[in-house]
């Protein structure tokens, strides 16, 4: 019955995460995030400003704050170990692209949509750019810990090195997309983009690679 009680508060907390991050990214795209204070998103979500640094400690993890670590973190630990480091890393972040968009020719999901909105913010203001670094560095610290290998100093150098650069390449993926107002295909750009910097052994086994 505990682990139940547990379970049942973590999806509340969760379900109340995405709410006020839904009305955040809301009215950041309609009023302008400098426009928009914290107290705004509480009244949007019908909470207390409290409850919003409860979830979101600043204004900018209101846009920042995902599970995408988690998503990559997840594909990785289950990846061939004997694949390159490269291999490993590009094929969890196409995949996880995929998921959070729907997938190749379905058209936009809700969460791929949302993931649109707020890269398109974190694109447009100054004080999301900033912090999106420090998401970077803790998406890249995620990929590492999955990689499995914290023993070896060489082999922890390699792997955030090869996490680094492969996160430079989705990054540019992702620019061009929300460009590209979210039309081009998201994994297949991430799939160009680590091509581009790797070549094509990047992602050869990728089964629907174009």
Same mark, same amino acid.
């Given at each position: 019955?505990?682990?139940?009680?547990?379970?049942?508060?973590?999806?509340?907390?969760?379900?109340?995460?995405? /709410? $006020?991050?839904?009305?955040?990214? &809301?009215?950041?795209?309609? &009023?302008?995030?400098? %426009?928009?204070? #914290?107290?705004? #998103? =509480?009244?949007?979500?019908?909470?207390?400003?409290?409850?919003?640094? +409860?979830?979101?400690?600043?204004?900018?993890?209101?846009?920042?704050?995902?599970?995408?670590?988690?998503?990559?973190?997840?594909? $990785?630990? @289950?990846?061939?170990?004997?694949?390159?480091?490269?291999?490993?890393?590009?094929?969890?972040?196409?995949?996880?692209? @995929?998921?959070?968009?729907?997938?190749?020719?379905?058209?936009?999901?809700?969460?791929?949509?949302?993931?649109? @909105? +707020?890269? &398109?913010?974190? $694109?447009? *203001?100054? %004080?999301?750019?900033?912090?999106?670094?420090?998401?970077?560095?803790?998406?890249?610290?995620? $990929?590492? *810990?999955?990689?499995?290998?914290?023993?070896?100093?060489?082999?922890?150098?390699?792997?955030?090195?090869?996490?680094?650069?492969?996160?430079?390449?989705?990054?540019? =993926?992702?620019?061009?997309? /929300?460009?590209?107002?979210?039309?081009?295909?998201?994994?297949?750009?991430?799939?160009?983009?680590? *091509?581009? %910097?790797?070549?094509?052994?990047?992602? &050869?086994?990728?089964?629907?690679?174009?």
């Amino acid at each position: 019955m505990p682990d139940q009680q547990s379970t049942l508060r973590a999806q509340r907390r969760a379900e109340t995460q995405r /709410a $006020i991050q839904a009305h955040a990214v &809301r009215l950041f795209t309609e &009023r302008g995030y400098d %426009a928009t204070t #914290v107290n705004d #998103v =509480a009244e949007a979500a019908g909470v207390s400003p409290m409850t919003v640094y +409860r979830h979101f400690p600043t204004k900018e993890d209101l846009v920042l704050i995902d599970q995408h670590a988690q998503l990559v973190a997840d594909r $990785i630990a @289950a990846s061939p170990a004997n694949q390159p480091l490269v291999r490993r890393i590009g094929g969890a972040l196409i995949e996880s692209t @995929a998921a959070l968009t729907g997938g190749r020719g379905d058209g936009l999901s809700a969460s791929g949509q949302f993931l649109l @909105a +707020r890269l &398109r913010l974190m $694109i447009s *203001t100054p %004080a999301l750019r900033a912090k999106h670094l420090d998401n970077n560095y803790a998406l890249q610290q995620a $990929i590492v *810990t999955a990689l499995g290998d914290d023993t070896d100093p060489d082999a922890v150098f390699h792997a955030h090195a090869a996490a680094s650069a492969c996160l430079a390449a989705m990054h540019t =993926a992702l620019v061009r997309w /929300a460009e590209d107002d979210g039309l081009s295909e998201l994994p297949d750009l991430v799939a160009k983009a680590l *091509t581009a %910097a790797f070549g094509d052994d990047a992602v &050869r086994d990728r089964p629907d690679a174009r």
